[in-house]
């Protein structure tokens, strides 16, 4: 054999050998190179994804799963730890918003009997009176009690919740909350904040100087006709900060000056701030 049929032959066989190594390198070995690369590849990004979950997200994700059906007692326990552990978290505004319902559920509950005074109706007591002398509203009492009117019994049993109340406003958040004894109590949205500036990093502290209802063009107090469905008002210690309500759906040129508040949310705030009461404007 020549040495060009040699060399022939032996192109051939490499030609067969390779084109052979080739196909069981693309048939078995390629695909399984491939697929550990897609692991490793999907492990770094579920590390990364893991990594970017912070520890408050991670609370505030099992609390929800956790929490669709607990009581009242443990809902209101449960975000009440989560807001002192997380208060700077992104999801601390949603927490708030489960919590503050039941916070006021739990203030007002006749089967509660923490923080509260029962006042016992002597000779001479009115609501006025009751409520000057434990520093609370008239219509705190009255919402307490269910009370319809200013009628009392002698020996008739009150319960007085017993409240330390602060307020702060947020304008650029557009919030009021209220604190309780210096825990969060609830928070409320804003329609409109149109106040004096405070100063760029300044904050106005102020307080309640008077809490006024307007029914039928005039002043009315509890018990007169009007009251019930009258406009009210919360007059603060700094020149032109009012705090008033209005409907959901008012047009923003129509919304009286100050703080305003939705109608529905004056209801529980015109309860608790009673003269004296802080209120810090950031």
């Not at 084109?19 to 190179?33: E, M, N, T």
């Not at 520890?55 to 099992?62: G, I």
């Not at 999801?91 to 007002?108: C, K, Y």
Request: proline share 6%; glycine share 8%.
């Amino acid at each position: 054999m020549s040495r060009i049929h040699i060399a022939i032959v032996a192109l051939v066989a490499l030609l067969v050998v390779g084109g052979s190594a080739w196909f069981f390198y693309a048939l078995y070995v390629q695909p399984r190179v491939a697929l550990r690369a897609e692991q490793k590849q999907l492990a770094k990004v579920a590390e990364s994804e893991a990594a970017a979950v912070s520890p408050d997200e991670a609370a505030y994700t099992a609390l929800v799963q956790q929490l669709q059906d607990a009581s009242p007692a443990t809902l209101q326990a449960r975000w009440a730890e989560f807001l002192g552990a997380y208060p700077d978290s992104p999801r601390a505004a949603e927490a708030r918003a489960v919590l503050g319902p039941s916070n006021m559920a739990a203030l007002f509950d006749p089967a509660s009997r923490e923080n509260r005074e029962v006042h016992t109706v002597a000779k001479g007591d009115s609501l006025y009176k009751i409520a000057r002398k434990q520093g609370v509203t008239i219509d705190l009492i009255a919402r307490a009690n269910n009370l319809e009117g200013t009628m009392l019994q002698i020996g008739q049993q009150l319960v007085v919740p017993k409240v330390e109340i602060t307020a702060a406003i947020d304008r650029s958040a557009k919030t009021l909350r209220l604190d309780n004894g210096g825990r969060f109590l609830r928070e409320y949205p804003l329609l409109s904040v149109n106040v004096p500036p405070a100063g760029a990093g300044h904050e106005i502290q102020a307080k309640v100087s008077d809490a006024v209802v307007e029914g039928d063009g005039k002043r009315v107090t509890y018990g007169q006709k009007g009251y019930k469905e009258g406009r009210r008002v919360l007059i603060l210690s700094s020149p032109g900060f009012t705090i008033s309500s209005a409907a959901d759906d008012t047009p923003e040129n129509q919304l009286p000056p100050g703080i305003v508040v939705k109608d529905r949310d004056m209801a529980d705030i015109f309860v608790l701030l009673t003269r004296g009461v802080p209120v810090t404007i950031r």
